[in-house]
């Protein structure tokens, strides 16, 4: 079942975390977490600010029983109350006891109405983090409500789920490519942007290995001139002029009981298509516009989103007759948030950004850039590109498992980016510590507005 409530988390406020509600004394410790809310249906909460309380100031710390003062929450709601944001207080269980205790039962009910009096915000809550590092919360509306969290996520050099219904601070991750992995599949949200050359393929991965919601998102039609890179398109529907989110809904839906896969008929740089991406778990970035790309960056970012962007190229030398290829190349970046960024390693920039916009003003010149988006210096209505896009589309896919069920036998940081060449046969791999990360004030931004940081997103836009 897709989770209802989720907390999500970054991996380096993760580190801190269970550094600070461990301290190797065997004894509890506490911090104030302050989070942003995803807009929408689905109740997403997104750690933005972490408060610890410092052990020493700490009245009573044992490995059962923990009083500490209310200055640090009175910090945090001082935070809090300018967005009206939520506050989960988190303490360690440090016997690894995965469950609430009745002390922490008792406390919610004294706590829980105070914060609700003094922040405006749907919920608040309290979590337990133990040994291993995995969390499990619940929350509480100003009714005093409560609401178990059914997931807690962590995006970094691996992704970490942590679900409700199985809270044993021993429980493994499910092994990849197996059937665990499907079953977990089944309960998270992908969504694609861009359903043509790598996004088809890629989308057809993620519907058979199982996700229980699909979104893709793309403004685009079927034409005739791209039937030879979209899997599962047809010429009518290029003779119809047919969305190709709808062909893609249409033909994948019936592999399955009942309806699992959303086409989202949008431009991705409108509200619309970010309110919709903001419902996944993960992002596949499919496309061949930089804009596209920095708004993935930005939902990444915004929302605590594990992003996935693949692109591919066809280089050549030389000129006229004597044209030939130099490369066949793909490219594979992972960004998590609060690591380097699409922007931070030169995948777009402000000028290629506003070289594209250009572009797009002169419509018979983008018109000529999109035919020779993927052979160099030769312009092609209909490249042949099927085997090269599917190549690409699944190292794609392959990373995300490697991610979230890892296998390989090296650290998953060695792998921030991966470059294959075709021609030369080789492929390429980057560390993470190899891109300098720049701050950024979009993390964990949530619904504030405007969107993403962009007034064209804004709620009057």
């Given amino acids: ?58 009245a009573e710390r044992s490995d059962l029983k923990l009083t500490w003062p209310g200055a640090y929450l009175e910090k945090a709601i001082d935070v809090a109350q300018a967005g009206s944001d939520c506050i989960v207080l988190m303490h360690s269980h440090p016997s690894g006891f995965a469950a609430f205790s009745q002390a922490d039962d008792d406390s919610d009910q004294v706590v829980m109405p105070c914060l609700h009096d003094a922040v405006a915000a749907p919920w608040h809550g309290s979590a337990v983090m133990v040994p291993s590092g995995s969390i499990f919360a619940r929350l509480y509306s100003g009714e005093m409500a409560e609401q178990p969290v059914d997931l807690v996520s962590v995006a970094g050099d691996d992704l970490q789920y942590w679900w409700r219904d199985d809270l044993s601070d021993t429980a493994a991750r499910p092994m990849a490519f197996t059937s665990d992995m499907t079953c977990e599949l089944s309960r ?11 996004g088809s393929p890629t989308i057809d991965q993620l519907s058979r290995l199982g996700f229980g919601k699909v979104l893709t998102i ?40 009942a309806p699992f896969l959303e086409g989202i008929d949008a431009n991705v740089m409108s509200r619309r298509a970010v309110l919709e991406a903001a419902r996944a778990d993960v992002i596949f970035c499919c496309v061949d516009s930089l804009r ?13 989103l594990p992003l996935f962007d693949v692109g591919v190229l066809i280089p050549t030398r030389g000129q006229g007759a004597d044209l030939a290829i130099a490369e066949v190349t793909g490219r594979l970046d992972y960004v998590y948030p609060g690591g380097s960024t699409l922007g931070d390693r030169g995948v777009y920039t402000p000028a290629s950004l506003q070289a594209e916009y250009l572009g797009e003003a002169d419509p018979a010149a983008h018109a000529a850039q999109r035919r020779a988006g993927y052979i160099q210096d030769h312009p092609e209505e209909a490249p042949s590109v099927i085997a090269l896009n599917m190549r690409a589309a699944s190292a794609c896919v392959m990373e995300f498992i490697a991610r979230a069920y890892p296998f390989r036998h090296s650290h998953n940081a060695n792998y921030a ?5 075709l021609a030369e046969c080789v492929e390429e791999h980057t560390k993470e510590s190899a891109f ?6 979009l993390l964990a931004m949530g619904s504030k507005e405007p969107l993403l940081g962009l007034p064209v997103l804004g709620e009057e836009g």
Avoid at 219 to 248: F, W
Avoid at 417 to 421: G, I, L
Wanted: proline residues 5%; hydrophobic residues 45%; contains cysteine.
């Fill in 1 to 58: 079942m897709i989770p209802r409530i989720t907390l999500s988390l970054m991996a380096r406020d993760h580190g801190r975390l269970q550094a600070h509600l461990f301290p190797s004394d065997g004894k509890e410790a506490a911090a104030v977490l302050v989070c942003t809310r995803v807009p929408g249906q689905r109740v997403r909460l997104l750690v933005r600010d972490v408060f610890p309380v410092p052990h020493d100031e700490c």
């Fill in 188 to 198: 998270l949200t992908a969504v694609a942007i861009g359903s043509s050359g790598t």
């Fill in 218 to 257: 793309d403004h685009d039609l079927v034409e005739d001139r791209n039937l030879n890179r979209i899997l599962n398109a047809t010429m009518a529907d290029a003779v119809a002029k047919r969305p190709k989110v709808s062909v893609m809904a249409e033909r994948l839906n019936p592999i399955r009981s």
């Fill in 292 to 304: 596209a790309r920095m708004v993935a960056d930005r939902l990444s970012a915004a929302f605590l």
């Fill in 417 to 421: 980016r991966t470059r294959f060449m």
């Fill in 436 to 441: 300098t990360s720049r701050h950024s004030a």
